[in-house]
T-cell receptor, first 114, second 109 residues
């Protein structure tokens, strides 16, 4: 059982380039999330999806887009990368958005925008 | 919005007890979570509180007072492997999690 996977593990990207971070879970979880983690700021929610076919904006959505075409996949796209998007990106999933369901996190993608 | 505060760093000796406090001011409340994150790794779930009181799980316990906007995570019988960051997170009425910046705990021999 893989749980939740992310790709790539790390990436160096030139500013202005387009990039898609991939996230896949095999737990049949309904809800999925994208966070970025920066030193001293903790985890901040970028976008989320409570169920396949729906998405919502988190705390820091600007410059990012997501889609949720099926239960398992939740890709995050940077349309035109900027240096301030240098961060560690974590994808997470949970069985449901409410109740005691905890979020399970993927291993993260370390992105550097130069 | 959410404002979640926790100390930046704490140091304790192996075998001791450490209490990590978390205070929050939120526009809604639907539960509080604690996560552990080792350096370079993903966060992992430790505990969940939605009602006032203490939840105990082995060496870790978590307490919640909703009226005070306050929680703590208690780590007992500290081990070297407990050296990590501990993240306090509050879920709002829209079921989104907001995280504190995390508390780095260093366990010394």
């Amino acid at each position: 059982i893989a749980g939740i996977t992310q790709a790539p593990t790390s990436q160096i990207l030139a500013a202005g380039r387009r990039m898609t971070l991939r996230c896949t879970q095999d737990m049949r979880h309904n809800a999925m999330y994208w966070y970025r983690q920066d030193l001293g700021l903790g985890l901040r929610l970028i976008h989320y999806s409570n169920t396949a076919g729906t998405t919502g904006k988190g705390e820091v959505p600007d410059g990012y887009s997501v889609s949720r075409a099926n239960t398992d996949d939740f890709p995050l796209t940077l349309a035109s990368a900027v240096p301030s998007q240098t961060s560690v990106y974590f994808c997470a999933s949970s069985e449901g958005a409410s109740g005691s369901y905890e979020q399970y996190f993927g291993p993260g993608t370390r992105l550097t925008v130069t | 919005g959410q404002n979640i505060d926790q100390p930046t760093e704490m140091t304790a000796t192996e075998g001791a007890i450490v209490q990590i406090n978390c205070t929050y001011q939120t526009s809604g409340f639907n539960g509080l979570f604690w996560y552990q994150q080792h350096a370079g790794e993903a966060p992992t779930f430790l505990s969940y509180n939605v009602l006032d009181g203490l939840e105990e799980k082995g060496r870790f316990s978590s307490f919640l007072s909703r009226s005070k906007g306050y929680s703590y995570l208690l780590l007992k019988e500290l081990q070297m492997k407990d050296s990590a960051s501990y993240l306090c997170a509050v879920r709002d009425d829209d079921y989104k999690l907001s995280f504190g910046a995390g508390t780095t705990v260093t366990v010394r021999a």
